[in-house]
C-alpha cells in the first residue's frame, strides 16, 4: 500500500482521505482474498458492490465513496504500468440523489452580474463618499466594496474558487502582460496563468495603487487583506460571505461563489474542450472537468450546497 499512498500524496489529496482510499483498497483486498489484484476485473467489482448492498447493507453514496477509492487504486497500478486497464472506468451506481443546479450564468449573465454589483453595491456609497459629512462614515464600507468588486471579477472571469482567491499574492499579478498566475493550491488544484479581462484591468488597478493601501497591512503579500489585521483570514473569509450575501439581493438566480467557478468551467468546456478547460480550472484530473459537462452538471449541486458556504 505504500505505493497508493505515494501515488495519492502526489495528487495532493490530505492525510485524512489518504487513510480512507487506503482502507477501502485493503478491504477490497481482504474480500478478493488475492494479492494478484492486477487480475480483478471489471465483474469482481460489481460482485463486491452487490455485497457491500445486499450483505453490508450500505447505502448508494457510501458505496460510490468506495468505488471512487477503488478507482484511485487501480489508477495508481496503472501508473505504475502494472495493469493495461482500470476495471471501475465504466461503473456508475443509479440511484445518488441529484438536485438541479439552480443556473448557469452564460459569460453575457456574469458580466452583467459584475456590472450590477458596482452600480448597486459600490457606485451608491461613492456617491456618498462625495459628501464632506458623510465620507468617514463611508470610507470602510467604499474600501471593502471596492475590495469585493474586484474579487467578484475574479470569480467570473477566472473561475476561481473561494481558497484560491484568499491566497492570491500581489505578484501574481501581471499587469504588463495582462496575466494572473493562480498558484498551485495546497491539497488540491494545479498552477495556471489565465489573461486577464479586460473589462476588470481598470478596477484591479484602482484597488492595487489606491484601495489596498488603506487596508489593514498593505505592505504583505497577500492580494485581498481584510479591513482591520486583528482577524486576518478569518477576516477574509468574513469579506467573501458579505459578497455572497450582497449578489443574493442583487440576482435571485445567484446561489453561491461556487456557481459562479461552475458556470465559467461549462463555457470554457465548449469554448475551449476539455483538455484546455481542465488547464484553465487548475484541475488535476480530466474527471473533475468531465463532471462540468452539461450530463454532470446536476452532480455539483449537492457538493456546492454541502461543502460551499458562501
Known amino acids: 500500500m505504500q505505493k497508493f499512498k505515494t501515488y495519492l500524496q502526489g495528487k495532493g489529496l490530505s492525510p485524512a482521505t489518504i487513510r480512507q482510499h487506503q482502507r477501502q483498497a485493503g478491504l477490497f483486498g481482504t474480500w478478493y482474498g488475492s494479492n494478484e489484484l492486477i487480475n480483478c476485473r471489471k465483474k469482481d467489482i460489481l460482485d463486491y458492490l452487490s455485497y457491500l448492498k445486499n450483505t453490508k447493507k450500505l447505502q448508494v453514496t457510501t458505496r460510490n465513496h468506495v468505488l471512487l477509492s477503488l478507482r484511485h487504486y487501480f489508477d495508481s497500478l496503472m501508473n505504475d504500468t502494472l495493469t493495461a486497464s482500470n476495471p471501475t472506468a465504466l461503473i456508475k451506481l443509479r440511484g445518488l440523489n441529484k438536485r438541479k443546479l439552480p443556473h448557469v450564468y452564460t459569460p453575457e449573465e456574469l458580466t452583467e452580474l459584475v456590472d450590477n454589483y458596482y452600480l448597486l453595491e459600490v457606485k451608491q456609497v461613492e456617491e456618498k463618499m462625495n459628501l464632506p459629512e458623510r465620507k468617514a462614515r463611508h470610507r470602510d464600507s467604499y474600501l471593502a466594496r471596492i475590495r469585493n468588486y474586484v474579487m467578484l471579477q475574479f470569480f467570473a472571469y477566472q473561475g476561481v474558487n473561494t481558497r484560491e482567491i484568499l491566497q492570491l499574492r500581489t505578484d501574481d499579478i501581471q499587469l504588463h502582460k495582462a496575466t494572473v498566475t493562480i498558484p498551485k493550491g495546497i491539497q488540491r488544484g494545479n498552477a495556471r496563468t489565465l489573461p486577464l479581462n479586460a473589462a476588470q484591468m481598470g478596477a484591479l488597478m484602482q484597488y492595487l495603487n489606491e484601495v489596498r493601501p488603506q487596508l489593514a497591512n498593505p505592505d504583505g503579500y497577500i492580494l485581498f487583506t481584510p479591513l482591520k489585521q486583528k482577524n486576518g483570514a478569518s477576516a477574509a473569509n468574513i469579506a467573501l460571505v458579505k ?63 454541502k461543502f460551499n458556504p458562501f
Open 243 to 305: 459578497l455572497s450575501a450582497q449578489l443574493k439581493r442583487i440576482d435571485r438566480n445567484f446561489s453561491n461563489l461556487a456557481q459562479l467557478r461552475a458556470s465559467v468551467i461549462t463555457h470554457w468546456i465548449k469554448t475551449y474542450g476539455l483538455r484546455k478547460a481542465q488547464y484553465m480550472a487548475g484541475h488535476k484530473s480530466i474527471v473533475s472537468t468531465e463532471e462540468y459537462l452539461p450530463n454532470h452538471i446536476e452532480d455539483l449541486a449537492d457538493d456546492m450546497t
